[in-house]
């Protein structure tokens, strides 16, 4: 099946937003308004088509992003008239899921960024927004909930540009807010457009609305000001004074333009629940958003293969499946690619398009395309697919670091192989979820995000795999580093029967930067340890420190320069250096000391002020140290950080506390020393 869509009419997006703001019942609209669906769902009554996990239907949030394709004519604009796909991938909003986040920013071109219009930016929407300015990605902001009461479009524009950064460009601006939320000015045709109350469609243009006139006329003025920064034609006209010569469609491309470049952000809204500003909604993700093509100059289907893996999923019915974003190429099934990442070939078996819970098989895909192949054995999240003859390496995706752990244990032997299967399945899914076994319990340890991410998991194993399992008290994933640098030399030397080993190294260790790892140089000379046996070395130091010096959790940061060594021709081999490695560090960390450090999480409360004293107090009895605090009427939002030692529970008990009306967002800051009681208190429970 050759292409059906040339690549510029190819849109990948993702919806990104805070918990609630509407991602799920906006996407739903979407798919219902793109004829991919026919009847629509409800989130509350739990039968939407994109939260089609148990889970998701049960808690009403969105875990996984399920990737799923539309098809859309824009009405109006450059593109008018011409067929486009969209590919959605769904993000999740809430923050013990950024791996999901992560993932869909890593393979998705442009987003549309949705807010609440009755709470503007709210703390998940900034986090997923910094994330989305690191991957360099073009947004389009969607004021959803203008009906509810509340709603407030300038105060969401404010708070845009200033807990964003961001310059917010409204093309729209709404007729009424809240129950009298009933149309949309197109501050580009400068017409009004009023909602059906019933459909949501919106009626033939009409003249502005009088009371509106005047604000309609300054905030397009406002819009010829931000395109005019981006095309000189239109700065020209602009500072001639000939701003009646300025037409759509040159305002639609400096808009385009503008938000390709990341120097503005168009802003739309609507009702998505009442299916208002949805359709011009899908018109801007058209006209704004980049083309895989305006991203990647070499993303053509003549190129050599190039696609990275960005998430893999076990399905019970046809096994694993593994979603690709093709950058370059066409790959066809049974075409034979090469992995670089793990460096080994694989025959491509099918190929489909996933529209969330339903497939569609195709035995060709190309640049642009996001979709999914079975049974491809070998591969990882973040690998690399290519054609044998062009090998290449794409950057893979950053994983983020656990912050909890919980050990968990079948129920029955039974259960305890299918636990075992169960869990290498999950954490092939989710790259944040690291499975292990406690060397001294024998127990599984788990470690993930937050208590969230780790209960879902728990969750997972007794719905997916019908695994009851006992479960400890969550800890913290705590990690250890040294106090010091040290000078170590390590002899290991076996002469008894059989053949010998012989390695000796000398080594300087300490404490290196904070988010460093290990730093490994090799400064000896003279080769008096052959360079073969370097990696030997190496290998024995990063499995030392992977298992802990004190703690059992491990080492970080550390900084290993390696300056001499002995060898012995016939009883040194890469084993013998890596046991020396391995030990040599173990005993340089003894002496350097070590030092636990802990995570602390960067914690964000909203609350009504009415709590805002108790809420503090609470913060400071957690070892909190408040960073900074806002208000928005009455509600107040405070940031601050929070070791995660003691914020378990803390959403539970901060809705005790305040009548449910609090929420609060959870995400990990930094790693710091553990203070010295504490330390020695952590030491005795590992070891009793
Ligand atoms: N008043 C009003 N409510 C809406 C609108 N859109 C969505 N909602 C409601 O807001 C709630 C949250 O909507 P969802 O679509 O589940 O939000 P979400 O962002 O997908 O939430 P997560 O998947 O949990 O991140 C639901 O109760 C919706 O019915 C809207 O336009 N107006």
């Not at 983020?400 to 079948?410: D, F, R, Y």
């Amino acid at each position: 099946m050759s292409r059906t869509t040339r690549i510029e009419r190819y849109r990948n997006i993702g919806i990104m937003a805070h918990i609630d703001a509407g991602k799920t019942t906006l996407t739903e609209r979407i798919l219902y308004f793109t004829g991919r669906i026919h009847a629509m769902g409800e989130v509350h009554t739990g039968s939407t088509e994109m939260d089609w996990m148990v889970q998701e239907k049960l808690r009403g949030i969105t875990i996984t992003s399920a990737a799923t394709t539309a098809t859309w004519k824009p009405m109006r604009g450059p593109f008018a008239g011409l067929s486009h796909r969209i590919n959605i991938l769904d993000t999740p909003g809430h923050v013990d899921f950024t791996i999901e986040v992560e993932r869909s920013l890593r393979v998705l071109d442009g987003a549309v960024a949705v807010f609440d219009a009755s709470q503007g930016v709210e703390p998940q929407s900034e986090t997923v927004w910094h994330q989305a300015d690191r991957h360099g990605v073009p947004r389009i902001a969607f004021l959803n909930k203008m009906d509810k009461v509340g709603a407030d479009f300038a105060m969401c524009l404010h708070s845009i540009r200033q807990r964003l950064d961001a310059n917010p460009v409204p093309v729209q601006l709404p007729i009424g807010a809240g129950p009298e939320f009933r149309g949309l000015i197109d501050l580009l045709r400068m017409r009004a457009f009023f909602f059906d109350e019933e459909t949501g469609e919106s009626s033939e243009p009409r003249e502005i609305p009088e009371p509106l006139r005047a604000e309609a006329e300054t905030l397009r003025l406002r819009l010829i000001e931000a395109c005019a920064e981006v095309e000189s034609t239109l700065l020209q006209k602009y500072v001639e004074g000939r701003l009646e010569d300025i037409t759509e469609e040159e305002l639609e491309l400096a808009l385009r333009t503008g938000t390709l470049q990341r120097q503005l952000v168009p802003v739309l809204c609507g009702a998505a629940f009442k299916n208002k500003g949805v359709r011009t909604l899908l018109d801007g993700i058209i006209n704004y958003l980049p083309a895989p093509s305006d991203v990647t100059r070499a993303s053509r289907d003549e190129e050599p293969l190039c696609a990275l893996v960005f998430k893999l999923m076990h399905d019970k019915a046809v096994g694993s499946i593994v979603f690709l974003r093709v950058y370059s190429g066409t790959l066809r099934t049974g075409m034979t690619v090469l992995n670089t990442r793990q460096q080994r070939r694989e025959r491509v078996g099918r190929l489909m398009f996933m529209h969330a819970n339903k497939r569609e098989e195709v035995d060709e895909v190309h640049a642009g395309d996001i979709c999914a192949a079975l049974n491809l054995r070998g591969v990882r999240t973040g690998d690399t697919l290519c054609a044998l003859e062009a090998p290449v390496v794409l950057e893979t995706l950053h994983f983020p670091e656990p912050v909890i752990q919980l050990a968990v244990e079948a129920r029955s032997r039974t259960d305890q192989q299918k636990m075992e299967e169960g869990l290498t399945r999950l954490a092939a899914e989710d790259p944040s979820l690291r499975v292990e076994v406690d060397p001294e319990t024998g127990q599984q340890l788990l470690s993930g995000m937050g208590e969230l991410h780790l209960e879902i998991v728990v969750d997972r194993l007794r719905t997916e795999y019908g695994v009851e399992a006992s479960v400890g008290q969550p800890k913290v994933a705590w990690r250890e580093t040294l106090r010091q640098r040290v000078r170590q030399e390590y002899s290991h030397i076996r002469q008894t029967g059989g053949p010998g080993q012989y390695a000796q190294v000398v080594m300087e260790v300490g404490p290196a930067p904070r988010g460093s790892g290990l730093v490994f140089v090799d400064e000896t000379q003279g080769g008096v340890i052959p360079k073969e046996f370097i990696p030997a070395i190496e290998k024995g130091v990063a499995g030392a420190m992977q298992r802990g010096v004190l703690s059992g959790h491990p080492v970080v940061d550390v900084e290993v320069r390696l300056v001499d060594g002995k060898t012995h021709v016939r009883d040194s081999t890469p084993q013998a250096f890596t046991v020396a490695g391995s030990l040599a560090f173990q005993e340089a960390a003894r002496r350097a000391g070590v030092q636990l450090l802990e995570p602390v999480m960067d914690v964000e409360v909203t609350t009504p002020e009415e709590f805002l004293g108790d809420v503090l107090g609470d913060l400071s009895a957690r070892r909190g140290r408040v960073r900074g605090m806002e208000g928005h009427g009455t509600v107040r939002r405070i940031s601050a950080l929070v070791p995660m030692a003691s914020l378990f529970g803390y959403v539970t008990s901060l809705r005790g506390r305040t009548q449910g009306r609090a929420s609060a967002t959870l995400r990990l800051a930094t790693y710091e020393p553990v203070p010295d009681a504490l330390q020695a208190s952590v030491l005795a429970a590992a070891h009793p």
